[in-house]
């Protein structure tokens, strides 16, 4: 997920995405990480799969779309992600990125659902479940990243995924999560 804020001057709308939150140990380390790159959000951003990028929402509509990543969880098993190795989207996009190399068809699935309805939206690029470690840095940083995380690898199991809002500051906080394979969610922190 990216920063929007700046785009969106009417108070009665909020930035959110959707994503799978990478679990920790692996979150602070890809984190740190992506920090270690010199990515300017990288602790903004908590690691992740996004899953629905910054969207404007109109603060009235916050329920329904509430009631539309129910309706998606249940669609999708809770299922194992494997990352493994690094990969860009170079040259189109200045972004390197840890794959996932497993649970790729039930991101795509997850996706598909909440990308749907109101919240269908044309992408600029195919759909492709990555951690994104470098973006808005140098071409140096860039293959720092991609042959200092190459031989990464993380393996856990998916059972949710978050609603996001986006802070005055441009911080990503989790604002609800969403059970796969039920109906039911946690209220956020």
Do not use: N
């Not at 996004?50 to 329904?64: A, Q, S």
């Not at 992600?81 to 699935?109: K, N, Y």
């Not at 993380?154 to 978050?162: P, Y």
């Amino acid at each position: 997920m990216s920063t929007l804020r700046a785009v969106v001057a009417d108070a009665d709308v909020t930035v959110m995405g959707v994503s799978i939150p990478i679990p920790m140990p692996f979150a602070e380390e890809l984190q740190l990480k992506r920090a270690s790159f010199g990515d300017p959000l990288a602790l903004a951003i908590p690691s992740h799969v996004t899953l629905l990028g910054p969207t404007p929402v109109r603060v009235d509509d916050v329920p329904f779309l509430i009631d539309h990543l129910e309706r998606a969880a249940a669609t999708v098993e809770p299922f194992t992600m494997v990352l493994r190795g690094t990969g860009t989207f170079r040259p189109l996009s200045d972004v390197v990125f840890v794959q996932v190399a497993h649970g790729i068809a039930a991101c795509e699935q997850l996706q598909e659902a909440i990308r749907s309805d109101r919240w269908a939206a044309d992408l600029a690029f195919p759909y492709h479940p990555h951690v994104t470690v470098a973006h808005d840095v140098d071409e140096v940083a860039l293959d720092l990243a991609f042959d200092d995380l190459a031989d990464y690898s993380a393996r856990f199991e998916v059972a949710s995924f978050h609603l996001y809002e986006q802070d005055q500051e441009g911080t990503w906080i989790p604002a609800r999560e969403f059970s796969l394979g039920t109906a039911t969610s946690v209220a956020g922190r």
